[in-house]
């Protein structure tokens, strides 16, 4: 029997619907024509825009809220009221997950705990069907281990994670650096654009970055706009764990522009402990998410990015969720 993952790419091949996490997923070819596909006998079209939206709630206790139903929720898109006609409890889809290090020298009095709950997180969270990869960055971005779901090798892939690795660092077994940076400094964005838009852009399912950094960022060639949009334009969600030496400090703006923009998490870490404790917590926030689909009420195929806001009718709860996506276009 194909894995769950194996069956939503096989329904995306074949033109279906399904829930992605996006705009519902067809074929490139199925999208550029004119969003509509045929039925058995190609009689009958229908035009296909529905929205995904992965949520996650909290109290004002930060605990997670698992046991919310259809109705507790509202959505807008660019303040329009939006009917829901969709909405799962989401545990078991599976995960595609992209875990990026900063190997910068700011991060050097950290690496080792960063490698140890890094490793552990990766253990805890992925189950059967997932898969991630590794990436480390500094004055490029370094792909240690492309996506898999064997644990040994991604173990493997964070304990090669080295502070500043010389010319992209071409370690044995090592696949080697992505894309061509030969810019001084830390290519934090960079490294998004890069796992994005190489690596995301054509898996299914939920995705997600789990990012630990100062989130300095000091010679990339994208925009930090630009991380965001590919981010955005592959339903990939951000979170970032914020180890910083005080002696060089973070960028916490950049750090919660990333994950706000997005629909993930800042979590500040100030020690190894905590820094397992901050792992712990976004396993469980990828595993206690519900999903939302809609149909939007703005049917123009225009590129155009709209606003996503959602809500619970209890306005004492936290919703994180993405703040938009960009429409098809023609």
Known sequence: MPSVKKLLMQLATAGVAVALGGVAALPAHAQD????????????????????????????????????????????????????????????LPITLAMLLDTSGSEQFMIGGIQEAGSRFLERVLRKGDEALVMSFDTDADLLSDFTDDRAQLDRAVHRARINTPGGGMIA??????????????????????????????????????????????????????????????DTVIHILLVADPRYGANVGAA???????????????????????????????????????????????????????????????VLARKGYYAPKE
Do not use: W
């Open 33 to 92: 024509s004119s969003g509509q596909t045929q039925q058995q006998a190609g009689t009958i079209r229908s035009q296909v825009n529905l929205v995904n939206v992965f949520a996650t709630v909290r109290d004002k206790n930060k605990k997670i809220i698992a046991d919310l139903k259809q109705e507790d929720f509202k959505i807008t898109e660019d303040n329009q009221d939006q009917k829901i006609a969709f909405f799962t409890k989401e545990s078991t």
């Open 173 to 234: 077994g090592n696949p080697g650096p992505i894309g061509n940076q030969n810019t001084p400094g830390t290519v934090l964005y960079d490294a998004i654009y890069l796992a994005c838009s190489e690596k995301l852009n054509t898996e299914a399912g939920r995705k997600a970055i789990v990012i630990v950094t100062d989130a300095q960022d000091e010679g990339s060639r994208v925009k930090i706009d630009e991380a965001i949009e590919s981010a955005q334009r592959t």
């Open 256 to 318: 919660r522009k990333l994950s706000d923009e997005t629909g993930g998490r800042v979590i500040s870490v100030s020690s190894e402990k905590k820094l397992a404790q901050a792992f712990d917590e976004i396993s469980e926030e990828l595993r206690s998410q519900y999903m939302l689909g809609y149909y939007p009420t703005n049917l123009a195929r225009d590129g155009k990015f709209r606003k996503i806001k959602v809500e619970t009718v209890n306005h004492d709860l936290k």
